[in-house]
């Protein structure tokens, strides 16, 4: 009887693990295209260019985002 029940747990606990093996993930993502939205800011080499990188961040964290706001405006009309 034990024997029945360890093959029946095994055999659940395979096709569970054949479930979420044999399933690929749809990992597709529309990526614009190159030049259709504000430049991504270079990561600085040196410390000394982090003031100016932080300023070039929160620019490109606004445009991005007017950008995104724009076409969601576009899709509402």
Do not use: H, K, W
């Amino acid at each position: 009887m034990r024997l029945i029940l360890m093959l029946a747990a095994l055999l659940i606990v395979g096709l569970l693990l054949y479930r979420q093996i044999g399933e690929i993930p749809d990992r597709s993502m529309d990526v614009p295209a190159a030049g259709s939205g504000p430049e991504v800011p270079r990561v600085p080499q040196r410390p000394q260019d982090l003031p100016v990188f932080e300023e070039q961040m929160q620019q490109f964290m606004q445009d991005t985002g007017e950008q995104r706001r724009r076409q969601l405006d576009a899709l509402e009309q």
